[in-house]
């Protein structure tokens, strides 16, 4: 079993008037084959944490630890952080001209392992795994994200995941952009890489629809760059339910509601 311990983490990202303190103390543990999943309002440091993890140059851990199985993750690089296990799904994946889907995913998958997939296998993993997708074959040939509807280009974040095999997946915001028959297809495809490699998910959502597809083992809310709340599934419906307004404030009848 892995895990991956995130202790009193926070983070700044630089702007024009100067760095500017998004995560305040983000304390958090995943372990394989659990799902987590992050809910919070607009502004609130989900996607600041998935990309702290990851790795991104904007952001700037200012204290606070992030480990793997003991290993200091802050300590590597971008890459370094991929072999050792962790995966981004980028809420905006970005394209990449001129270089092909298939050559893109073989060469990931070459820097992961450290050698290169044999080739009649990998083309047949490749296939069967865009087929899981509903993914036309001439995919393949296409460059990277260019020109992708928002609905391929979650179905591509999910296709690397399925071919890479992480032990940690961050998922930010996989569900925004995505029509009914996306979303089912996006979620079937989550479930059946946590369900056959146990890794483990973070899932960060604004909303519960993906929830209905993805189960979650634990529910995280943020406010403010802190966890405000934990609790299971649950919470998640009476999120659906009550909205963030007794996290921020809201009215006097809906802290009174919160405090029954």
Same mark, same amino acid.
């Given at each position: 079993m892995s895990t991956l311990e995130i202790r009193d983490l926070h983070v700044s990202v630089e702007t024009k008037e100067g760095?500017?303190?998004?995560?305040?103390?983000?304390?958090?543990?995943?372990?394989?084959? $659990? #799902?987590?999943?992050?809910?919070?309002? !607009?502004?609130?440091?989900?996607?600041?944490? %998935?990309?702290?993890?990851?790795?991104?140059?904007?952001?700037?851990?200012t204290s606070g630890s992030v480990t793997l199985d003991g290993e200091d993750v802050l300590e590597m690089s971008v890459d370094e952080r991929a072999r050792a296990g962790m995966f981004l799904a980028m809420q905006y994946p970005? $394209? #990449?001209?001129?270089?092909?889907?298939? !050559?893109?995913?073989?060469?990931?998958?070459? %820097?992961?392992?450290g050698e290169a997939p044999a080739l009649r296998h990998w083309v047949k993993d490749v296939k069967g795994a865009m087929e899981r997708l509903r993914m036309d074959e001439s995919f393949a040939e296409r460059s990277v994200n260019e020109g992708f509807s928002g609905g391929e280009k979650k179905r591509h974040e999910i296709l690397q995941m399925e071919l890479?095999?992480?032990?940690?997946?961050?998922l930010d915001e996989t569900d925004s952009?995505?029509?009914?028959?996306?979303?089912?297809?996006?979620?079937?495809?989550?479930?059946?890489?946590?369900g056959s490699t146990d890794a483990g998910i973070l899932l960060i959502t604004h909303y519960t629809r993906i929830l209905r597809y993805i189960k979650p083992d634990f529910v995280h809310v943020f406010v403010d760059g802190k966890v405000a709340e934990e609790g299971g599934p649950e919470l998640a419906d009476r999120l659906e339910s009550?909205?963030?307004?007794?996290y921020?404030?809201?009215?006097?009848?809906?802290?009174?509601?919160?405090s029954a």
């Open positions: 760095p500017k303190p998004i995560l305040r103390g983000v304390d958090l543990t995943i372990n394989s084959g $659990e #799902v987590h999943a992050i809910m919070g309002p !607009n502004g609130s440091g989900k996607s600041t944490l %998935a990309y702290s993890i990851a790795g991104h140059p904007k952001y700037q851990v970005v $394209e #990449v001209p001129g270089v092909s889907v298939s !050559n893109f995913l073989r060469t990931a998958k070459t %820097a992961i392992d890479l095999k992480p032990k940690f997946a961050v952009g995505l029509d009914v028959d996306a979303l089912r297809v996006v979620s079937e495809g989550v479930n059946r890489v946590h009550e909205g963030y307004d007794r921020l404030g809201g009215s006097v009848e809906s802290a009174a509601a919160a």
